[in-house]
């Protein structure tokens, strides 16, 4: 996801669903010392303004992103903080530098897991990083019928050639019939131990398709490559697809109009585990 100014202005869901989770480990967080890593960070407003102040004030936080637009614009913003700083980094690489191995006391994300396609590789990956003892909370989406337009879409010749391979951006468990508990062997079999892991329900209401349509684009992954002639009927259409998909409320807006309101449940996984100390 790289329209960073798109992602910023549409990315209240991820805000609030983060701040959830938050204050509910708030006790766990404040005692996170050292050197705390936020994967998948994005444009770094959750890394700064929701993890940042509640964990320990001896900790310090490194937040990393596969999207160097992600991570220059998260530089560019928070500069001037002592305790917070940026990298890049693909946590689902095959060559994970050796001077990052046992480099940090915790690790936390939210909402950027489930876009892994090689899930096994990137809980690898964050065990190297970790060090014996540290623990990891993460906030990952398990499930949302939007992503079933996807493959719906790529149905249309008109959209195939820029929507190819549509599974890679859908996330690993959404047709997965035993998610919980398939992501409890994966932490399991990486040598986690688990503290908790939940699926939970939660849901959003859209104050109508316009606003919904600007969540859906910030993180879509084919609209980069729909050709400008293309662009708002694909936009329109995918639009159109997900919100027929979803519960409707008739209400009215502030002007006495009528208006649809749009009810989104999905399914996410919260996860807190450590890394044994032997």
Known sequence: MFLVEEYVKASTIQYRDAADIIGEFAEEMSEMKGKCLDIGC???IVTKELILPNLSPEA????????????????????????????????????????????????????????????????????????PGG??????????????????????????PYMQEPERFIPIFHECKD????????????GFEILHCSEREKSYIYKNSEIMKKHIMAINPFISRIPNSLKKEFE????????????????????????YNI????????????????
């Not at 560019?76 to 001077?99: A, G, V, W």
């Not at 939007?146 to 008109?158: C, E, I, Q, S, T």
């Not at 998610?179 to 990486?190: Q, V, Y």
């Open 60 to 131: 310090k936080l490194v937040g990393m992103d596969i999207s160097r637009p992600m991570i220059e614009y998260a530089k560019n913003m928070y500069h001037d903080e002592e305790r917070l700083s940026f990298q890049l980094l693909d946590i689902e690489t095959m060559d994970l530098p050796k001077d990052t191995f046992d480099q940090f006391n915790n690790v936390l994300s939210f909402y950027c897991l489930h876009w892994c396609q090689n899930f096994q590789k990137a809980f690898d990956n964050i065990y190297k990083l970790l060090r």
């Open 42 to 44: 994005g444009p770094g």
């Open 179 to 190: 998610r919980r508990i398939n992501l409890r062997k994966i932490l399991e079999t990486t």
């Open 236 to 259: 329109d259409e995918i639009t159109r697809e997900i919100v027929n998909m979803k519960i409707q409320l008739l209400n009215k807006d502030e002007n006495g109009e009528q208006e």
């Open 263 to 278: 009810l989104d449940r999905y399914q996410i996984f919260v996860t807190y585990i450590r890394k044994p100390v032997c």
């Open 135 to 160: 623990k990891g909370l993460f906030v990952l989406l398990s499930w949302n019928d939007g992503f079933d337009v996807y493959k719906k879409l790529y149905a249309n010749p008109r959209y195939r």
